[in-house]
């Protein structure tokens, strides 16, 4: 049965309080509240910008009908004005005035027609501005809201971070009084065991498994030498004897 301190075994707990709070603090990292806000605020940003661009395109899309629109009436309006004209200059044989005045009412049907599809349109044009409009403001919105979750959440990682440099020094300066071999079988062990290495023996329970210890197996620890590393007979744990034991 390999051999440390018993002072060095109890420093153990130390060390693996320390561990045990560096992981905490890693999982309170992955999982924040307030990374989640964010990301969710995030999902919301891609979306309504995606809505900004459709609707940005839909306004220059309907912007060219509404050109085009205006074209078609202006030609139609540039052709009822040269007919209008010739027509009141009184030129030409009676047949090609009467047809003048056909061709005019005909063009002023064209020219309805026209007006009320630039109209239309134009409506169209209207209510896609609005949209587009609409989808700008809430991206404006949401842009605001992201700036303030992630300093939230920059907020809480410095927090993070601070502790885990304080919990790494505390770290470093326990695990130097240790014996050398026993803090690589507590690595060894804590890489396989979810984190936790060593554990106190608590009124006869494991701390690491929580199991409590048959008669035989507190018989044994009762036996072995102060500096004996003894180990859990359920989990494999290093097991540290402490005047909590009940031994």
Known sequence: M???????????????????????????????????????????????SDEAVAARTAVSDIEREVAKAEADVAVVRQRSDRDRKRLESGQGSPKDLEALQHELVSLARRQGVLEDAELEVMERLEAAQERAAAAEARLAEIAVEVRAAESRRDEVLAGIAQEETAAKARRQAIAMGIDAGLIATYEKLRSTRSGVGAAMLRARRCEGCHLELNTVDINNLRAAAPDEVVRCEECGRILVRTPESGL
């Open 2 to 48: 390999p051999k440390a301190p018993a002072i060095d075994q109890q420093r153990l707990l130390d060390l693996q309080g320390v561990d045990t709070r560096l992981a905490q603090l890693a999982h309170k990292r992955a999982t924040l509240p307030e990374q989640a806000e964010l990301d969710g605020l995030l999902r919301q940003h891609r979306a309504v």
